[in-house]
C-alpha cells in the first residue's frame, strides 16, 4: 500500500530535530511554542506536521516521555513520589500525580508499592523498566 507523505525531507529534518531536544530537555520547562522554535515553525504549523508525523501532539509526546522517567524512578525505590514529580519535568506534585493516575492508571505511591510487591524491594535495578501491561498482568491490575 502506497502512502502519501505529509512533510518534505527538510520539514522532516526539522521536526526530528524538535523531537529530539524534547527527548533530551523534557525535565525542563519546555513547552510546543519552545518546540517549534527548535524546528523553525509557527507554533500552529508545527504542532499539525508534529502530530501528522509521529502520530502524538507534542504535549503528549511530552507527557509520555516524563510518565516513562517517572516510572523509572519509582521503579527504583530511591526517590519518593515528590522527588520523582520534580526529576520528571512536573513542577506540580497534584498535577504530576493526577496525570501519571490518567496514564499509568495508579497513583505514583501505588504503582510504587505494586512494583516492590511483584519485584521486591531488593531488586531496584531489575524493576526499572517495566511495561505497564507486564505489570498490570502480574500484579492483578486487569
Known amino acids: 500500500m502506497h502512502t502519501r507523505r505529509i512533510v518534505d525531507d527538510e520539514t522532516f529534518r526539522r521536526l526530528c530535530r524538535a523531537r529530539d531536544y524534547a527527548h533530551a530537555y523534557f525535565a525542563s520547562p519546555i513547552d510546543t511554542r519552545i518546540l517549534a522554535q527548535e524546528a523553525a515553525l509557527s507554533?500552529?504549523?508545527f504542532h499539525r506536521l508534529?502530530?501528522?508525523?509521529?502520530?502524538a501532539t507534542p504535549h503528549d509526546f511530552l507527557t509520555e516521555l516524563?510518565?516513562?522517567r517517572a516510572k523509572q524512578l519509582l521503579a527504583s525505590?530511591?526517590?519518593s513520589?515528590?522527588?520523582t514529580c520534580f526529576?520528571?519535568?512536573?513542577s506540580s506534585l497534584g498535577s504530576f500525580s493526577t496525570r501519571f493516575r490518567d496514564v499509568v492508571?495508579?497513583?505514583p505511591g501505588d504503582y510504587s508499592r505494586q512494583v516492590r510487591r511483584v519485584f521486591g524491594p531488593a531488586a531496584p535495578a531489575r524493576?526499572?523498566?517495566?511495561?505497564?501491561c507486564f505489570l498490570s498482568l502480574y500484579a492483578g491490575l486487569e
Do not use: D, N
Open 43 to 45: 507554533v500552529w504549523h
Open 50 to 55: 508534529f502530530t501528522g508525523t509521529f502520530g
Open 66 to 68: 516524563r510518565i516513562g
Open 77 to 79: 525505590g530511591s526517590y
Open 81 to 83: 513520589v515528590t522527588e
Open 87 to 90: 526529576e520528571a519535568g512536573y
Open 105 to 107: 492508571g495508579l497513583s
Open 127 to 132: 524493576s526499572q523498566f517495566i511495561p505497564t
